[in-house]
Structures are given as structure tokens and as C-alpha cells.
């Protein structure tokens, strides 16, 4: 194992070595190895790739050096055993999810979850006689009267989106292993920064890694994170065979973008604190919800999981939906977008967005109203976002 990957490093310090693979010609920074395949020295070599028997790479669709790299930094920044990355973070919570279940099988989801992760548990799983069952995330009476006893997954995110509610992930692991199910935490929005679910008792986290990982809009991934054991008996052949891969100039992006992550992190939560005590108690603004705030309704469970609050704040417009549409069109700096974690602050409505699909008794019931917004901050100085934030709730 290179010297980086080792435990004693802090973050940080993980984050801009873990995982190194210089060449012959010792570059300095990471090679992007754009290659489909590999050439063997001979026959019997190839053989031996082939089987297994002697390590090396044998097609990048299972993998390459460039993925490898991205894989082992993510592992040694999450301190999981085993990672593997994919296309997208759908392709991480799909493939997370079925590695897991089988015709017959039975997961229990919290209600509040990102409309992709929502679509393939409800939609989804069905066609391949996957029942599920969703619950209130919140309470954890609800997560234990949903186990039957074919339940084999739990899957929730913590905080969600957009209303950042959080949920208690240690709670929450011990009612699945003691259903005989594994518990799988897609951790998006805290990044492992702020929240280190395997360490809480999850058995596999995901990430989009198109969000705060990448940071600057440009490339989609996705990773599975867990133990060499979970990874080896239910993804491993499945990501070969199926092929959901991480292109390697999108790993390369990646692995770069990793080097600045808690930099930038810690920048995007400066500033969404700084928006959430700016907005609070604004004359225009119903609830304000803050994961670093007192006053979250979750604040004890914040306290006990996460190391710091959120890029993110989400708060109800008064005036619906055409309240909402007049605020978002006077900003002029914030990006009316659906995308998160950016360096350029975005911000999002989600119930003509990312919930649209859902049935307005269905949104009621997650707190999506249609004045809801969700606020994801970037770089940008503090006080040009609180301003264009106050300029455009003067036209609401
Ligand atoms: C964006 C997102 C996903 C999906 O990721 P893609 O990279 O867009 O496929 C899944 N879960 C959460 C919480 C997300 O924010």
C-alpha cells in the first residue's frame, strides 16, 4: 500500500495522495490513462490476467489505472476496505441496490429521498418481484414495523433533499442487522467529510460524485463504497459484467477534484451559514431549515453524526409557487439549476424540478411546499450571494 493510504494521515493529506499510481516516467500529477485495453508481454501472461491468478489490468471496463487511483483515494478518504466507481451516482444507488436483493426480496426506504433513488425502489424493483416498503425516516418505530421477513436492504440519505432532514445511522443499522439486512447510506449531501456512515454501522455508502466531489460542474460519477467482503460477493461481477463503468477522463476530473474538496467544502458551509443567519426571520421566508443551526428539528442527532452542518439551505418562500417563480427570477448571481455542491451557487424548486413526479399529497407529506427552495453554495464572496438573495426577496 503507498505510504499515503495509511491511516495515521489526516484527510486532507489522504485526499491529495491516497492512491497514487505514477508511471515509468514518474509524473507528478496523476496520468490520465486513456485506454480501452492492455497489451500483454505474452500469451501466458494474458492467461494468467485472464484467470485472476497474477494481478494486472485486462479491460477497462472492469478496470483502469486512472479509475483505480479514484477508487483508492475515495476508499482511503471514507476508510472503507473496497470501492468501485461508476457513470453516475444513479449507477452507484441502482447497482447498490440490486447487488443486494433478488426476486421475493423486500427493502424499506425512508420516504424522503432523492426522485431517481425514489423511481427505481418504487418503479423499478417491482418488475423483478422486489417489494419495498417507505417510512417516515425520522421515526425509528417506523423503520423497525416495517421489517418483514424477507427484508434484505435498508436504504436511506441523511440529510435528505431537499428538506435536509437527517436520520439516525447507527439507530437505523442496528433494527437492519438485526432483521438480517444491510444498510445502505447514500451520503451525497454530508460528504465523508461531515459524516462517516460505515464508522456509524451502514454496510455500503454511495456517492454522486457529480456533486461536491467533481465541484465544478463538469463531469458525472458515481461510487460504492464498503468491505472488500460486500464489495467481492455482490457488486464486483456485477459492475464487470454489466458495465455501468467511470469513463477515466471522468475518473481523472474526479480524482483531481478530490484534491480540493475540503478546501471548497469548508468554503460552500461557511457560506450557507452565513445565508441561513442572514435569511432567518426575513419578513418573506416561512421556515428556514440549516443543518448547522440550533433549531433544526434534528439538531441532537446532528450532533451525534455529523462533524459540521451543510453546503446547503433550504427555506419556504410565503406566496407558493408564484412567490417562489418572482424570487428566482430576480436573482442574478444564484443559477436557477438543479445540480448541487458547485462552485457557482445554485438553487433549485423542487416541486417543478426534482419532485415534480411526485403527487402534491405525496410532497405535503415529505414538507415540499410550493414556496420550498433548496440553496447550494458555492464559492463566491458571502456578502454578493446575501445580496442577491435580500434584492430578490424585495420583488417577492
Ligand atoms: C445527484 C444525486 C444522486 C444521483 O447522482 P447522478 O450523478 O446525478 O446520477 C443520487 N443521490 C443524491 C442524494 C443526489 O444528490
Not at 491529495?16 to 507528478?28: N, Y
Not at 424477507?150 to 437492519?176: C, G, Q, R, S, W
Not at 451502514?202 to 467533481?214: G, Q
Not at 455542491?341 to 413526479?357: E, F, M, N, Y
Amino acid at each position: 500500500m503507498p505510504a499515503s493510504n495509511q491511516k495515521t494521515y489526516r484527510p486532507e493529506t489522504r485526499l491529495v495522495h491516497a492512491g497514487t499510481l505514477r508511471s515509468q516516467f514518474g509524473e507528478m500529477s496523476e496520468a490520465l490513462f486513456l485506454t480501452q485495453g492492455y497489451i500483454y508481454p505474452s500469451a501466458e501472461e494474458c492467461e494468467l490476467r485472464f484467470s485472476g491468478k497474477i494481478p494486472g489490468y485486462v479491460y477497462s471496463r472492469y478496470s483502469n489505472p486512472t479509475m483505480d487511483m479514484f477508487e483508492q483515494r475515495m476508499a482511503a478518504f471514507e476508510g472503507a476496505e473496497a470501492a468501485r466507481s461508476t457513470a453516475t451516482g444513479m449507477a452507484a444507488v441502482t447497482t447498490a441496490l440490486m447487488g443486494l436483493v433478488r426476486a421475493g426480496d423486500h427493502v424499506v426506504a425512508a420516504k424522503a429521498l432523492f426522485g431517481s433513488c425514489r423511481w427505481v425502489i418504487e418503479e423499478w424493483l417491482p418488475r423483478f418481484g422486489v417489494s419495498s416498503t417507505l417510512v417516515n425516516g425520522t421515526d425509528i418505530g417506523a423503520w423497525k414495523g416495517a421489517v418483514r421477513k424477507n427484508t434484505k436492504v435498508f436504504f436511506m440519505e441523511t440529510p435528505t433533499n431537499p428538506t435536509l432532514e437527517v436520520y439516525d445511522i447507527a439507530a437505523v443499522a442496528d433494527i437492519a442487522h438485526e432483521a438480517g439486512a444491510k444498510l445502505v447510506v447514500d451520503n451525497v449531501f454530508a460528504t465523508p467529510l461531515y459524516q462517516r456512515p460505515l464508522t456509524l454501522g451502514a454496510d455500503c455508502v454511495v456517492y454522486s460524485a457529480t456533486k461536491h466531489i467533481d465541484g465544478q460542474g463538469r463531469v458525472l460519477g458515481g461510487i460504492i463504497l464498503g468491505s472488500e467482503k460486500l464489495i467481492l460477493d455482490n457488486y464486483h461481477q456485477l459492475l464487470r459484467q454489466t458495465g455501468p463503468s467511470l469513463a477515466p477522463f471522468n475518473a481523472w476530473v474526479l480524482l483531481k477534484g478530490l484534491e480540493t474538496l475540503p478546501v471548497r467544502v469548508a468554503r460552500q458551509t461557511e457560506n450557507a451559514g452565513a445565508v441561513a443567519s442572514a435569511l432567518f426571520g426575513h419578513k418573506k421566508i416561512g421556515r428556514l431549515i440549516y443543518p448547522g443551526r440550533a433549531d433544526h428539528p434534528q439538531a441532537d442527532i446532528i450532533a451525534k453524526q455529523m462533524k459540521a452542518g451543510s453546503t446547503l439551505c433550504s427555506f419556504e418562500i410565503k406566496g407558493g409557487k408564484p412567490g417562489a417563480f418572482r424570487f428566482l427570477n430576480g436573482l442574478k448571481l444564484i443559477g436557477i439549476t438543479n445540480n448541487l455542491g458547485d462552485a457557482k451557487s445554485l438553487i433549485t424548486h423542487p416541486t417543478t424540478t426534482t419532485h415534480q413526479r411526485l403527487t402534491p399529497e405525496q410532497r405535503a407529506e415529505l414538507g415540499i411546499g410550493d414556496g420550498l427552495v433548496r440553496f447550494s453554495a458555492g464559492l463566491e464572496h458571502r456578502d454578493d450571494l446575501i445580496e442577491d438573495l435580500l434584492t430578490a426577496l424585495d420583488l417577492v
